[in-house]
Structures are given as structure tokens and as C-alpha cells.
């Protein structure tokens, strides 16, 4: 008897639990949805709605004057301007664009060269070096390596850009010369190298630093054992430290590519998508380019919102191909309380 | 294999982990490090097994010295503490790790590995990961990865402190029997003495990296060398009366202070006699209450029951207080007035400046 009315009081709260927990898991999230909605999705429905205009410095008025709103806003003094909506026609004109499959390309060859060479790749044999030597020594290893990331871009490009200058100047001509190579300008030489070279520096530090804290908290026994067991150190790093920090290696790929795929600053500063025709042009320095600076001072608004658009989605389409090759659902656990 | 340390040591700055430490253990002998946590025991394994690199001193195996010789070329199977099960490998990745790293054929892999699986009880868990097993079962992974490369010597670290009571007094039986069927040299760290008595061979005990004593349990039991040695072996600890003189009265020895006078066995007590205040030991099991009134007298001050015996706290006249083990069904209370009965036949005397016992040298 007592056992049935137990079990009936289980069945009733495990009936009640979807709802209760779907009320408090909403109570908690919504101060990360008021920030997400605020911060992304109200500024991509701007930019979606920019991107469907012919916002620019010649039909400059409110975007949201167009069509039928247009006398509204001309009887509230709003300025209307040249504004109209014009459907698909700027993501016509981008995928028609003469450039774009070599933006794309630049674009893809930039995020995966800087992300597998410097953001994962060098990070992750920067943070294995550091944690195989004296503590102090590779602490102090990473905090050097942490200057660039806390110098200010500008300075930080300038520097570069005296590295790489051209002859008969350029630190980098200075100590090439007397090893006999002829001095020149390196920057218009190679600059996919110091795009990526200057880009990735800093890209580093970041998965470094979570590399190397990830490593350091891999109790010491398991490399223990696997000395005992015969393995050498390359191989505990293969077999034992990389399966390990398998969760924070897909979290600074995937984060990083992100990352990647929306900078342009360093490359605006370093070469501006030169030198020649789109030499170093990826895609969201396009959407700067054709939206914020362009020769004749006709800043195209709607047009450089829809190559905006356009990365958001495909960042999006990154993010969710990510989610699912690496199974980041796996990561998120049932919280152990929940099966008391 | 036959082990050998000489005046090992290993200091980090001013930190002394070990001191000097030298034993030899025979080929197929059970040794256990004895000591209480932070001494050492670790720290010396660790030297063993070719991690930590000694500051000074050799370790030899079968007579070589083997200080430069990394770990992966030891041939040594180590159980640690924490099991060290590698926790994204299945029990079978883990057992079979060391047969890969040696590029054993996977087919004798495969052979091998469940062929100390079934000697462990585990061969039914191979594609488990550490994870979803008991600590019990992690053990036997731990000690079937250890055993899987055939190793020349087998290093435990403490290895069952992480068990409940119960599965600890099961697996030290089985290591126990799997060392002696298998003849492995073995050393197996612990700090627990009832262990070590249980299972070893030879016990080293160490204290503050420094080896106290190294000899078989019924030695270190019977004729203790040290104040600490007399104190940390045997369970419940042996009872150190203080301020105690030996004298001789005609034919016979005396020990006495303000609580008793004892009798003491002439060859004992003449090698006490005129040592002035000396300490005496003697261990619970070695009092027993006197059923004919002539003893020394106290009172009961606390009764612990430990099932089979109660484990009796009395006072003695003059502040001092000695443990006894008496049968439950006599319901000693806190208050009681008892009287004791000392078997001085196995009284021990130390120094009590030297720490050092009066008895055996
Ligand atoms: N890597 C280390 N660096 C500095 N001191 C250490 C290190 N490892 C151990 N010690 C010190 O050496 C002493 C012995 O440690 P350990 O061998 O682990 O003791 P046990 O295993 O007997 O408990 C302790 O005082 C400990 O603090
Ligand atoms: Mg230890």
C-alpha cells in the first residue's frame, strides 16, 4: 500500500518536472537571451534589413523610410532620403562580383592556414613546450608570448610593417644582407606570409593559454604510468595528453575559426587587401571596404550589409558543422543533482 | 630481480624528500615501505620506477646500476594510488598499452591481454572505460596492466588506501597470492602497518626520509630497535610508560615508578638495571586483568569496543595511562576499579634520550 502511493508520488513529480524545469531553465537563461538578442540577433535583423536597401552616401535616409513608410516619415520630418527597398538585388551583385570567388578563396586559405598553422597548431606546441620545462621558466615563456595580444593593433601592424619594409630599409633587409639575400620589400613579396604570420602571433596566445592550462591539470600520474608502461615523450603526447585536451582543442578550432572569419583589422592595417587587386582581400574586410570606404566616398551601405549578411550565415553554417563533427552535445551533461 | 638502493637521496632545495636511504630486497621478495604519509615512501618508488632522478646514490638492478636508465627500459609494472587508469581507453586499451608501446603483434596483443584479464576477474569488463567501473575493479585494471609486460618488478603505491574496509582485506589477499604465484620482486608502499605486517616479507620503515629499521614483521614486532618503530608497529599501539627505573632486588629485577613494581626476567632486566629512568613498552595484548587481586591497580577511564575485544583506556596512580584489550562480555565501565596483570616477558625498554631500545642493538 505505502509502496503504490510512493510510487504514484514519484510518477507525479516526474510528470511535473518538464514543465517546472523548463520555467526555471528559462528564468536562468534569460539574462544570456536578453544579451544574446540584444547584441546579435537585433543587429543581424538590422543588417539583414540594410543588406535588402540601397542605403549609401547618395540615397542616404532612415532605412526603415521605405515604400509605403516613406510618407509617414516625410509627415514626421524624418528624412527618407534616396532610400528603397530593393529585394535581393545586392546579394545578386555580390555573387556576380567579379572578385567573389577569390575573396572566398582568400578567405578560406587565411582562416585555415592562420587557424591549423598559428591559432592550434602553434599553440598547442607552445603550450606543450611550456608545460615539458621548468615552471617558472615557461610561465614566464607565455607571458612574453601574451605582448602582442596587449599591444595596441596599430602599434603592433607599424612594427610589422618596419620589419617588413621595403629597401634599403626594413629590419628584416637589415639582417638578411650580411647572410648575402638581396634586400627588398618583403611585405609586397609575401603578404599572405606576414598576414598570416602577424595574425597568427597574436591568434596563438589564446589557445596556448588553454592548451597549456589544460595540460597542467592532467593529474600527474596518468604521464607517470605511461612512462612506467615504456612510452616516450612523444609518445604521451600523442597517446595520452592529446586525447586528454580533446574538448579545449575542438573549443579553440571552433572559436578561433570563428574568430578568424570576422577579423580584418591587422589585414586593413598591414596591407589593406593589397597589394595589387585584392591580393589579401577577405571577405569581411569586402564588407568594411564596400561599406565604410571606398574611392569615390560612395560608402554603399545595403551592399556591404549583404557581404555581412553573408559571413554571419556562413559563420553560422561553421558553427553548426562544428557542433556536430565534434558532438558538443557530449559535453553537456546531465547535471549530477538532477538524479537525486 | 634483485633490488639494491644505496644512500639514496633526494632533496628538492631545502626540502629532504629521502635521506640516505640503503636496503637491498632479494630476488622474489615482498618488501613494504612503512611510514607515515610524507616521509618518503613516494618519493622513493617514484626513484625506483626512474621519474624522479636521484640527487645522490645508486639504484641497482641485479647488480647494475641502472640511476640513467629511463623508465621506459626498467621492465617495472607500477600500481599507483589513484590506479592511474588512462580514462578515455577502454580496459582493454588500457591493459593492452605497455604490449603497444612495445609493438607486440596485435593478435598476441589480444592474447595476452585477456589472459590477465581472466587471471584478474575482469575479462568480462575489456570494453568498459575506467569510468563505469568500481574502485575494486580499477584496482585489478590497474594491477592486470601492471602484470601484462611481465615485469621484472612490481611497484605499488599504496594501493588499496582508496578501497573500502572489506574489498581492502580481499585485495590485499589476492596481490598477495598473485605475487607469490607469479615470484615478481615486488616493493609495495604503504601506511599501514597491518598491511605491511600482512604482506611483506621484510618491512622498511621510514621516517622523515630516513630508514628506520628493515627486518621481518615478527623482528620489528618482537624486538623493536626504536621508540618509533615500537609505537608505529603493532595495532593498537604498544603502551610507552615513562619516568620507569630498573632496579635489583637480590635474585630479582625491578621496574617500578609511582604506578607499579614489576618484576622483570633477569635477562632483560639486567640490561636495564642502572640506566636511571628509562621508557617501558608494552603492548595491550601484554596486560591482562588480574582474576587474583595481586597487580597494579587503576581505574577505568574510557572503553572503546572493537568488536571482538574492548579496548580499555586505565588510569593509573600518578597520571599514567595504559591500553588493554578485554573481553566485551566482563562490560567494563568508565569508574570501574580494576587491577592488571603486566607480561613483563615481553616488556621493551628504551632510551629515552636516544630513543634507541635498551634491549636490542
Ligand atoms: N616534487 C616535489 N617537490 C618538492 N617536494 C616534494 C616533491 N615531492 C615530494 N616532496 C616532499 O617530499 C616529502 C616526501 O613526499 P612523499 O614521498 O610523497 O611522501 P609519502 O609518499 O611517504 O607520503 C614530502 O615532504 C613532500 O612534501
Ligand atoms: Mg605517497
Redesign the interface.
Known sequence: MEAVVQEQAVEAVARRRPARVSLEAFTFMSPTMLLVTLFFFVPVLLLLWISLTNLSSNTFGNPLCVGGAREVCEALGIRAGGVEFVGLSNYRRLFADRFFPKILRNTLFYVFSTLALFNVGLALVLALLTTHIERRVGFLFRAIWLLPRITPSVIYIMMWKRIAADAPFGILNQFLMPVGVEPRFWLKEAPWLFVIVTNGFVGASFGMLIFSSAIESI?R??I?????????TL?IIR??II??I?WPLLFVTTYQTLSLLASFEYILLLTNGGPGLYRTEVWSLTAYHRALQTYFGNNQWGYGAAWGFVLVVIGIIFSVIYLRVFRFNELVQEPKIDAL | MRVELRHLSKRWGNVVGVDNISLEVKDGEFVALLGPSGCGKTTTLLMIAGIYKPTSGEILFDGRVVNHIPPKDRNIGMVFQSYALYPHMTVFENIAYPLKLQKVPKEEQRRRVQHVADMMGIGHLLDRKPGQLSGGQQQRVALGRALVKDPKLLLFDEPLSNLDARLRLTMRGEIKRRQMELGITSIYVTHDQVEAMTMADRIAVIKDGKLQAYDTPDELYERPRTLFIAGFIGNPPMNLIKNVEVVVEGERYIARNEAFCLEVPAERGKKVVGQGKVILGIRPEDISLADDGEGVRGEVYVVEPLGRDDLVNVQLPGDTFVHFLADPALRLKPGMPVTLRFNTEKAQFFDPHTERSLLWQ
Open positions: 593529474p600520474d596518468y607517470m604510468a605511461a612512462k612506467v608502461d615504456g612510452a616516450t609518445q597517446t595520452i586525447p586528454l580533446k
